[in-house]
């Protein structure tokens, strides 16, 4: 099977091919933010799956939070439309966890670490992320450290 990366563009050529503009013009977005990552910094480098994974997660926040400006402003026609370029993204990654599951990894990258008190907050969450392995927003880790370790 071949990376994350030629997915997005072999679905890309397919959407092209159905005439789809709304995940033609999303998936352009989407690798566009990709290439972006790709050339940033000192030198050009290829992302793993796990980079991408990456860049499509805060893409897919992006469109979350505009179709919420959007809706708080009245626009709900720009709201539907980031709405559904994000359920696009979904498509290509994993399943959020629930607050359980959260909670469940988060107790158990602690107990691991031995972190007990909020002095530990950095090292905690670094260590809660890896375990979530974005599966879920930081937003919602960062609660979940914030009330064990609390």
Do not use: C, W
Request: glycine share 10%; proline share 1%; no cysteine.
């Amino acid at each position: 099977m071949g990376t994350l990366k030629d997915r997005l563009n072999d679905d890309l050529h397919a959407a092209m091919k159905s005439r789809d503009e709304l995940t033609t013009s999303t998936l352009r977005m989407a690798l566009t933010a990709v290439r972006n990552a790709e050339t940033a910094g000192d030198a050009a480098k290829v992302l793993s799956d796990d980079e991408v994974l990456t860049v499509l997660t805060k893409e897919a926040k992006k469109r979350r939070e505009a179709a919420t400006a959007f809706a708080g402003a009245g626009r709900s026609d720009q709201a539907a439309k980031e709405n559904a370029e994000g359920e696009i993204l979904d498509r290509y990654l994993p399943a959020q966890l629930t607050d359980e599951e959260i909670a469940g990894l988060v107790a158990e990258a602690l107990r691991a670490g031995g972190f007990t008190g909020k002095a530990q907050m950095g090292p905690a969450m670094k260590a809660a992320q890896a375990a979530v392995a974005g599966r879920a927003e930081g937003g919602r880790v960062a609660a979940a450290v914030r009330q064990q370790l609390g």
